[in-house]
């Protein structure tokens, strides 16, 4: 099979509230191949952990999918329900939360929740899915799997239950990870290494991986392409070197150089001016206009698009050559 | 672990001490008991000899003692008014009260987590919502209230259940129960309904906010993410963390159950200790008083022991910290 793992199309995700219907992802589409991260950056409110929960059927009423169409392993999924959504979530879509302090049940050890999640899924016998936890435990790097599984959640350290949460998150061999700002919450000693676990364990896999995350190092370090989201809007799609190299949106290049990356040296950072606009306040045309250096007045009126695929949703995308001339 | 429960231990040891105290005062200060015990013609020496007797000559704190000292071997002395031992009293009592206060609480505890959690699950729909407005009614209504209004209906108007007293009873050994008997179970049903309503409703109140804040959290949100069915997700993951909030009241609520019983064994001239409480009241028999003090107190202390215990077996965590701390 070739197709795509994840496939998202002109997904709209609405919030009805007194003030009018807000739409936090309106109309985004992107594809995620076997073995792919995506990574998806933005700033905060940008709509990226709605996306990535719109996926998994985890939104918290009211908000609610109101458009589009998600496909995983080419079944479309959005519009399943109870019980048939529930066998996906942890079988075919998994997901990592941000801080694994509060992912994991404390009251019960964490073997027990590890064969739960494995004898919800699998026809497998208690002790099967015992030996299963332990191994799981093993491929994220848990010192003495064997033992620790009689372990409870607060007898880890931070880094080690995030490393215990993904084990969780895989341990029914899901085809897609939803990993959402997974190393936000954690020390920056062990943020690297954990990348690098969730990393590795995917390519060996063929996971495909939507990785949610404010760091453009991160971004840089693990994903293989990168969607830039603005007001519920992807501004820009690309593969990291490209799009990392040389941004096309006017955003996505503020956002790079507001970000220390080492491959700019000590290049001077430069914050955005202003601020997102809120959900129920957008302004007329592109989302972006009134934060943008170069908005010109079809900007003010009219909404650029997509074009399908890789690209930036600007009328006009850098680099503006003909503009320095 | 053992260090806290000696402490425990010793804390419910002091409490006990200081409630024996105030039961003990009542001897001293609550009227003369020679006056009610000897009749009219009465003589000093009669008085003298009786005062002797009940060791009443004697210095406050050597009474106090041996009040203690015969409280913990169950002798609180004889009733002034049936001229029996307090304890053989108690004991003809106590089943009837503790057969009243189980039945409530098993029916508080067992519908009060159930519509708890129902109410947190569905907390949106109709039937939730009407459970919600008619606990209103359980939480502010008087307890007597709530029983006569259980015996007009069910008593009187319908003639379905008895309206007093315990039914027929069946002997085994010292105890007398009335789960044997049909008259008996039915006599169990208007009182224990009347006096495990309140915590019913309080502790149904009390899970379903806790339920709803636990259904919040990220583990939960988590364990749903993993594809675990609802039925797991709701009971294995999000009930048990609300326990440890419930267990404490719960078990308050327990004590206070026994301590209610006073009301509605009176409403229901139910056989109990809480009756012959009342009726010493009337007849100041300060043997049974301070007798049934402590045994209140014992219940409460027992209950409280026993729900820190409790806390132990459910979160690890504490568990944990306290071995690290000895
Ligand atoms: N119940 C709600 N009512 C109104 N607006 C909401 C509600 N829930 C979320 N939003 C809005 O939806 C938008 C998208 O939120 P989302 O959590 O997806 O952002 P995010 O990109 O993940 O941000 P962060 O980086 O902070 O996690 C935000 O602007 C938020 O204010
Ligand atoms: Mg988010």
Known sequence: ?325 | MLAFVIQRVAQSVLVLLVVGLVAFSMFRFVGDPIDNMLGQERTQADIDRLRTTLGLDQPFVVQYVKFLGGAVQGNFGVSYRQGRPVSDILMERAPATLELAAVSGFLAISIGIGLGVFTAIRRDGWAANTIMSLSLIGVSLPTFLIGILLIYLFSVELGWLPSFGRGDTVRIGGWTTGFLTESGLKALILPSITLGLYQMTLIMRLVRSEMLEVLRQDYIRFARARGLRDRAVNFRHALKNTLVPVITVTGLQLGSIIAFAIITETVFQWPGVGLLFINAIQFVDIPVMAAYLMLISVMFVGINLIVDLLYFSIDPRLRADRTKAH
């Open chain 1, 1 to 325: 099979m070739t197709g795509p793992i994840l496939s998202i199309r002109n997904l709209t995700v609405e919030i009805p509230t007194r003030h009018g219907i807000l739409r936090p992802v309106d109309g985004i589409s992107y594809d995620i191949g076997r073995g792919e991260i995506l990574g998806i950056v933005g700033e905060s409110g940008a709509g990226k952990s709605m996306a990535g929960n719109a996926v998994i059927d985890l939104l918290s009423p009211p908000a609610h999918i109101a458009g589009g169409e998600i496909w995983v392993n080419g079944t479309r999924i959005d519009q399943l329900k109870g019980d048939a959504m529930r066998r996906l979530r942890g079988k075919e879509i998994g997901m990592v939360f941000q801080d694994p302090l509060t992912s994991l049940n404390p009251l019960l050890r964490i073997g027990d929740q590890l064969t739960e999640t494995i004898l919800a899924h699998l026809p497998l016998s208690r002790a099967q899915a015992k030996d299963r936890a332990i191994k799981a435990l093993d491929e994220v790097g848990i010192p003495g799997a064997t033992e620790r599984i009689n372990s409870y959640p607060h007898e880890f350290s931070g880094g080690m239950r995030q490393r215990v949460v993904i084990a969780l998150a895989l341990c029914a061999e899901p085809s897609l990870i939803i990993a959402d700002e997974p190393t936000t919450a954690l020390d920056v000693s062990v943020q690297a290494q954990i990348i690098a676990l969730l990393k590795a364990l995917c390519r060996n896999r063929g996971t495909a991986v939507m990785l949610i995350t404010h760091d453009m190092g991160v971004i840089a370090e693990a994903a293989d392409r990168v969607a830039v989201m603005y007001a519920g809007k992807l501004a820009e799609l690309g593969a990291v070197r490209d799009v990392l190299g040389a941004p096309r949106h006017p955003y996505t290049d503020g956002l790079m150089g507001s970000t220390p990356l080492a491959s700019r040296g000590k290049a001077r950072l430069h914050q955005i001016p202003g601020a997102m606009p809120a959900l129920d306040n957008l302004p007329q045309g592109c989302a972006f206009h009134p934060r943008c250096p170069y908005a010109q007045s079809i900007c003010k009126t009219q909404m650029p698009t997509l074009a399908d695929g890789d690209g930036a949703a600007c009328f006009f995308p850098l680099p503006h050559t003909a503009e320095v001339a």
